[in-house]
């Protein structure tokens, strides 16, 4: 028989620190169960599938210092090269890396006449390697044939070309039927649509239109390069190492700017969402360690202020257990008071939000996982002063303090 | 650790109905008598019979529910728990022993009506006299029909006009059947009861019976028997 009622009246006749520990207990919830939601929400952001193998590529960046070099000619030979090395799974030319956050988006449009509506997507230019370099998952049509992949300048647009899309962007462009074999616009220029992947996430993970992507054939001759080089999970750093220095090697005047795993770049494009999770993980494990002191605290006080009433308790016939019992319950009444005042104050606030900031409603689980981890913290905390009150005589009750 | 015989070749027997007064200089091993009396401590050697029932060596729990049970304690500074009303006070020791509320809500009412404070129910023991709040504990310890009251010094916070009240009601209690042992230094006090018990230096060095006492039944048999032999305390 848990005797609620009497824990109940004694703490409404001791109400202030009770009602401070309340306070400061439902400030916690509100506040700890807000910042869980906002982590969950980046790890889940940072988490969403991206399409790629990104465990196992790395991207070499070069700039060709002499003017006047045949590009065509530079990355069909480097791609030799690379792809013969060990450890390389496959590797291809790209004009923007997926998930760095540089990249080039259009406007996609389903006929020239009719621009009322348009279909954001990014763009990636690649070769006939790409889909296996970055390990995507081709669901409908064809692969680009290597005699497709077309070599220009930038001011030389060919007007027609080929394309794979994404599955999200086949969907919103063609919801009704099958999107390969239908023709869509690129400004002016025309594309078929050959394929369609699973997935793959844009150059901006946080845009509306990340998962709208489409890879267009073409290597444009530009004096800086991207490769991205496919290897072994396991030999990836190994692989990168020796193919920077092997690039090095066959042309020493070209400058290699930068050679970074996907996973490296991908931390890098969350570095806000990685430092907000680290920053409210601290908030977070601080004022719970804030709350147990305090617990602690306040326990230590009442029942080195009640010395005297355990004693009484004991006399009268209370077991050891039962003063712990009576202590726990008076712990647990404190934080059903503030979780129910904690999601109250929780709910205000994430209602605010939602109106003010489109963010979405603090779902209930973070609010439960909350009062119950603070209700375990508070148990743990009260426990050691809990055990010195049952270890408290009954013939206190007898002496004459 | 000082080992010391706070009680020696210490032999008391106390019949059911009695009303007994144990008395004693400060130091002479009273308050350990009322220790080992009430089950508050331990000894180390030595026989306690309550009740009948060998009690002189049981796990704090068993102690724990034989005071609840069979020993109704009033002390000298009363013991009600200041934040709980009168009500709730005499209820604490009916909650221990796992009564049904309405059980404990009958013997809380009766208790308080016999020592005349039923309408003082819901007042806190602040807003009561020293008289009241030790009637209050009286009920507290009669509610759960105990063998036995154990009184330490019931009147010692008391005037004299308070004092003698209590005394009258502990009497009254007494002459109703129920055996009490009182725990007093006061010789005027402890002449109101049927017999008295002198403690000096741990041994029971005398012990008087006053005519008042006249035991209705003699072959009944010991209720209440306290630690004979010799009652080792470790301090």
């Keep these: 028989m848990l005797d609620i009622m009497p824990i109940l009246k004694s703490l409404w006749r001791n109400k202030t620190g009770p009602l401070l520990i309340i306070l400061q207990l439902s400030l916690t919830v509100a506040v700890v169960s807000t910042a869980l939601f906002v982590v969950g929400e980046r790890l889940e952001n940072i988490g969403r599938p991206s399409g790629l193998a990104e465990e196992e590529i790395f991207r070499v960046w070069m700039r060709q210092s002499s003017s006047g070099a045949d590009i065509e000619q530079i990355a069909k030979r480097d791609m030799e090269i690379i792809r013969a090395m060990p450890g390389v799974i496959d590797a291809t030319p790209i004009s923007y890396v997926p998930i760095s956050g540089a990249g080039s988006s259009w406007l996609l449009f389903k006929s020239l006449e009719e621009k009322v509506t348009d279909f954001p997507s990014a763009i990636y230019e690649m070769s006939d390697h790409g889909l296996s370099t970055l390990g995507l998952e081709l669901i409908e049509g064809r692969n680009f044939n290597a005699n497709e992949i077309q070599y220009y300048e930038r001011e030389n647009t060919p007007e027609q070309s080929i394309t794979i899309i994404t599955k999200d962007l086949a969907n919103k462009l063609f919801p009704d039927d099958s999107a390969v074999g239908k023709v869509i616009y690129m400004g002016n220029m025309q594309l078929t649509i050959v394929g369609i992947v699973e997935r793959l996430m844009g150059p901006w993970p946080d845009a509306e239109f990340a998962t709208s992507s489409a890879i267009l054939p073409d290597i444009v001759k530009e004096n800086s390069l991207n490769y991205l080089v496919r290897a072994d999970r396991n030999q990836r750093d190994a692989v990168m190492h020796s193919v920077v220095e092997k690039l090095r090697s066959i042309d020493s005047t070209r400058l290699i700017v930068d050679e970074k795993s996907i996973a490296q770049i991908k931390r890098e494009t969350y570095s806000s969402d990685y430092a907000m999770i680290k920053i409210l993980s601290l908030v977070i494990f601080l004022l719970v360690f804030v709350n147990a002191l305090g617990i602690v605290g306040l326990t230590t006080f009442w029942v080195n202020q009640r010395r005297k009433q355990i004693g009484i308790r004991r006399a009268l016939g209370s077991t050891k257990a039962g003063v712990m019992r009576y202590f726990m319950v008076e712990n647990v009444v404190l934080v059903v008071f503030a979780a129910v005042i904690g999601t109250m104050i929780a709910y205000v606030n994430s209602s605010y939000m939602v109106r003010t900031h489109g963010m979405s409603l603090l779902p209930i689980e973070y609010v439960v996982i909350t009062v119950l981890f603070l209700l375990l913290v508070t148990m743990l905390a009260a426990y050691l002063p809990i055990r010195k009150a049952a270890q408290i005589s009954p013939v206190v009750a007898v002496a004459n303090v | ?235």
């Design chain 2, 1 to 235: 650790m000082i080992e010391t015989h706070a009680l020696r070749d210490f032999n008391l027997e106390v019949k059911e109905g009695e009303f007994v007064a144990v008395t004693g200089p400060s130091g002479s091993g009273k308050t350990t008598f009322l220790n080992i009396a009430g089950l508050l401590e331990t000894f180390e050697q030595g026989q306690y019979l309550l009740d009948g029932q060998d009690v002189s060596r049981l796990s704090d729990n068993v102690r724990s529910k034989l005071r609840n049970e069979k020993i109704g304690f009033i002390f000298q500074g009363f013991n009600l728990i200041s934040d709980l009303n009168i009500f709730d006070n005499v209820d604490v020791p009916l909650r221990y022993r796992g009564f049904s509320a309405a059980e404990r809500k009958k013997r809380i009412l009766n208790a308080l009506e016999m020592v005349g404070l039923a309408s003082r129910a819901r007042h806190l023991p602040s807003q009561l006299s020293g008289g009241q709040q030790q009637r209050v504990a009286i009920a507290r310890a009669l509610a759960g029909e105990p063998k036995f009251l154990l009184a330490d010094e019931p009147t010692g916070n008391l005037d004299t006009l308070m004092a003698r009240q209590v005394m009258e009601m502990l009497e009254d209690i007494n002459k109703n059947g129920m055996t009490i042992v009182m725990v007093t230094h006061d010789p005027d006090l402890a002449r109101r009861a049927n017999r008295n018990i002198q403690i000096v230096d741990g041994q029971v060095t005398d012990f008087k019976i006053y005519e008042s006492y006249v035991d209705s039944d003699s072959a009944r048999n010991a209720d209440v028997a306290s630690a004979n032999k010799s009652a080792t305390q470790t301090i």
